[in-house]
T-cell receptor, first 110, second 112 residues
């Protein structure tokens, strides 16, 4: 079953602008992860946030988690053309698998 | 060195044929996965193995048979290929459930 729903489905911004993507999920989770997928490549893990954390940073990435609203957001600051990719959230449901959202396609125009 | 490698990268074949995809990881992980990504980019888990033991089988047709000869390898064999099997198949590995997963670059399967 698909757990996460991402919003927006597609986002187009200018280089230097910030990009925000949102993810909503339905059940209790152990952690939530964000991945990037460049065209024709596999997914690359970006950041993991545990259910008892509210915010996490990694370089130009900032992830927030609101377990009461069952939602997360990924902020990419000062975007670059190389950030053009699809971004997926994935939830670990205290089980033995990750469930991926449908993804947000980000296009950064130079 | 490529952490998770899968072969072939492209597979074009006729309906009804049998084909295999191979996956190897050099990360020392105990857990490996197969995912299917459809044309809308939706990624769905098919199988998961932990230390050569099948843990997850997500209602995949039994035409799909995974095999793990050792914990560094997880192959996928598909019998009697159907048009609906056209997709990109990804292998991944992780250090345990809930840990970040490392993906191969995918095998694009096209059924004619």
């Amino acid at each position: 079953s698909q757990q996460g729903e991402e919003d927006p489905q597609a986002l187009s911004i200018q280089e230097g602008e910030n990009a925000t993507m949102n993810c909503s999920y339905k059940t209790s989770i152990n952690n939530l992860q964000w991945y990037r997928q460049n065209s024709g490549r596999g997914l690359v893990h970006l950041i993991l946030i545990r259910s008892n954390e509210r915010e996490k940073h990694s370089g130009r990435l900032r992830v927030t988690l609101d377990t009461s609203k069952k939602s997360s957001s990924l902020l990419i600051t000062a975007s670059r053309a190389a950030d053009t990719a699809s971004y997926f959230c994935a939830t670990d449901e205290y089980g033995n698998k990750l469930v991926f959202g449908a993804g947000t396609i980000l296009r950064v125009k130079s | 060195d490529t952490a998770v490698s899968q072969t072939p990268k492209y597979l074009v074949t006729q309906m009804g044929n049998d084909k295999s995809i191979k996956c190897e990881q050099n990360l020392g992980h105990d857990t490996m996965y197969w995912y299917k990504q459809d044309s809308k980019k939706f990624l769905k888990i098919m199988f998961s193995y932990n230390n050569k033991e099948l843990i997850i089988n997500e209602t995949v047709p039994n035409r799909f048979s995974p095999k793990s000869p050792d914990k560094a390898h997880l192959n996928l064999h598909i019998n009697s290929l159907e048009l609906g099997d056209s997709a990109v198949y990804f292998c991944a590995s992780s250090g345990g459930y809930g840990s970040p997963q490392h993906f191969g670059d995918g095998t694009r399967l096209s059924i004619l």
